[in-house]
């Protein structure tokens, strides 16, 4: 078993900057695949990046650039940096977490956090 808690979410301003926590307990992360997905108001739940138990990592075209996943496998944590900020970035931050990283980014895995807000205003 697996638990995970975001943290980091908040208020910002367009074109400002937001570091995202996933703190994991229970087993260790190091050999799960990490994806952070989001979910905006009447939107469905997308995936914005993930990040193998080797440290590859995948992004939303909406994000490149802009955001960068990375992992602690020491701290078991996972972190999302987002930079410039836009309005369409305002969402509910989840954290995934699976062993089978071809499943995390299909049908998405098994360990899930219980989000952190987003909020970008223009």
């Known amino acids: 078993q697996v638990q995970l808690v975001e943290s980091g979410g908040g208020l910002v301003q367009a074109g400002g900057s937001l570091k995202l926590s996933c703190a994991a307990s229970?087993?260790?992360?190091?050999?799960?695949?990490i994806g952070w997905y989001r979910q905006a108001p009447g939107k469905q739940r997308e995936l914005v990046a993930a990040?193998?138990?080797?440290?590859?990592?995948k992004y939303a075209d909406s994000v490149k650039g802009r955001f960068t996943i990375s992992r602690d496998n020491v701290k078991n944590t996972v972190y999302l940096q987002m930079n410039s900020l836009k309005p369409e970035d305002t969402a509910v931050y989840y954290c995934?977490?699976?062993?089978?990283?071809?499943?995390?980014?299909?049908?998405?895995?098994?360990?899930w956090g219980q989000g952190t807000q987003v909020t970008v205003s223009s």
């Open positions: 229970g087993n260790s992360i190091s050999y799960n695949a």
């Open positions: 990040i193998t138990s080797g440290g590859s990592t």
């Open positions: 995934n977490a699976d062993p089978n990283f071809i499943k995390l980014l299909t049908t998405r895995g098994r360990y």
